[in-house]
């Protein structure tokens, strides 16, 4: 018969030698204790994996999106967080600013809208595509 050799058992009798079922009970007993620490040491990874992974930098934005609406001064150049760029002419109140967009044309806004200083290079960006699109048109005469 294939299979059947010394140790094992035909028939109605157990299909494993006694000492393989013996040996195989110790051993899932033994490392039980350790497989339940090394799960409770993930769940209790996980808390601190998402407070420094998402929640330590979104505080850290938000103090540096504070402070920057703190320093904003009269005559500084911001844009909003509706995309709007302007120059702030004057404060109305702790919360209020008055923002000038154009020439004569002003609009009250919260400190809260301001999301940050303008640089330089926004505002010359579109000057400079102009520029090279005139300059390509004087090259194809």
């Not at 299979?3 to 094992?8: K, L, P, S, V």
């Not at 009269?74 to 923002?99: A, K």
């Amino acid at each position: 018969m294939i299979g059947a050799g010394a140790g094992w058992q035909i028939g109605s009798q157990a299909v494993m030698p006694s000492h393989l079922i013996i040996a195989l009970i110790a051993q899932d007993s033994g490392s039980g204790g350790s497989g339940a620490i090394i799960q409770l040491g993930i769940l209790l990874l996980i808390p601190f994996a998402m407070f420094f992974f998402l929640i330590r930098p979104q505080l850290r934005r938000l103090r540096e999106q504070q402070e920057l609406q703190r320093s904003i001064e009269v005559g500084d150049e911001v844009i909003t967080t509706s995309g709007v760029y302007g120059t702030i002419t004057g404060e109305d109140g702790d919360s209020r600013f008055w923002l000038e967009i154009d020439d004569d044309v002003q609009i009250r806004i919260a400190r809260a809208a301001i999301s940050g200083k303008a640089s330089p290079d926004d505002d010359g960006g579109d000057d400079a595509a102009d520029e090279s699109v005139s300059a390509n048109a004087d090259d194809d005469d």
